[in-house]
């Protein structure tokens, strides 16, 4: 059973978190270091952190020195990361379509959670949402993927055996949307879920920036800061003002 935000339900169960648990951490504190060091963020920067997951780049920020706020509409994450909450790491439950309520050095969108929305209006509001919560001089840090390698390089089909669950996986490009179609049968029944984020390149990224009021001053590939190449990039990585 699927509530109306494929998100509200995937994210909040144990086996989506399961499926994802071999993501690379090093990858992650790699794009910490490097994003942080070339926003050349004072080490007294305030960062939040939307949505945050499990916390994990949320601590590592704040393990490098930071102040750090993480947002996430999943109750059972924020449940999880609150353990690691200290004088200056913080974590609530957070729609990340209403508005910013304080003021914030950067803000940073990782690992693709952005386009989630059927209604363009609805990502325009996570935008302009994270808009508002810059300071003057803030900086917002969108990491999403590359939909062109994607589409160049679709694995329709696979499967994946993690902690004894058959994970079968499909691929498909359909109406705008990149979908990912996770079936399994875990605790006695079946089990599917549907991840949906949208086909957007550069230029419909550029498109939905300027109408959400944010100036990009750098587009980067990876992780490491390459320059962002459409065909083979790994990542979309926004940089805006």
């Not at 939040?48 to 947002?71: E, F, M, W």
């Not at 803000?107 to 989630?116: A, K």
């Not at 919560?133 to 900086?139: I, Q």
């Not at 086909?199 to 959400?212: P, V």
Request: glycine share 6%; hydrophobic share 35%.
């Amino acid at each position: 059973m699927e509530t109306k935000d494929w998100f509200t339900s995937w994210f909040d169960t144990s086996y989506y978190h399961t499926l994802y648990k071999h993501r690379d951490h090093d990858d992650a504190q790699l794009f910490m270091q490097n994003i942080t060091k070339y926003l050349e963020l004072p080490i007294d920067a305030h960062i939040a952190d939307l949505p945050c997951g499990k916390g994990r780049h949320s601590i590592y920020l704040n393990s490098l020195g930071y102040q750090v706020t993480g947002g996430d509409l999943s109750k059972n994450s924020i449940d999880h990361a609150k353990q690691f909450e200290n004088d200056r790491l913080h974590f609530e439950v957070w729609d990340m379509r209403k508005y910013l309520e304080n003021k914030y050095d950067a803000v940073f969108n990782l690992f693709t959670s952005f386009g989630y929305f059927d209604d363009d209006a609805e990502d325009l509001k996570v935008l302009k949402g994270m808009k508002g919560g810059l300071k003057e001089s803030g900086v917002l840090v969108l990491d999403f993927l590359n939909v062109q390698k994607i589409k160049n390089n679709l694995v329709q089909k696979e499967t994946k055996q993690i902690d004894g669950i058959t994970f079968n996986i499909e691929r498909e490009i359909k109406d705008g949307f990149i979908l990912k179609h996770i079936s399994f049968y875990a605790d006695e029944r079946d089990h599917s879920y549907t991840e949906k984020v949208k086909f957007l390149d550069l230029e419909k990224m550029k498109q939905y920036f300027k109408d959400a009021g944010l100036t990009i001053i750098n587009t980067f590939g990876d992780y490491n800061l390459n320059e962002f190449d459409q065909e083979n990039s790994s990542r979309l990585i926004l940089i805006a003002k």
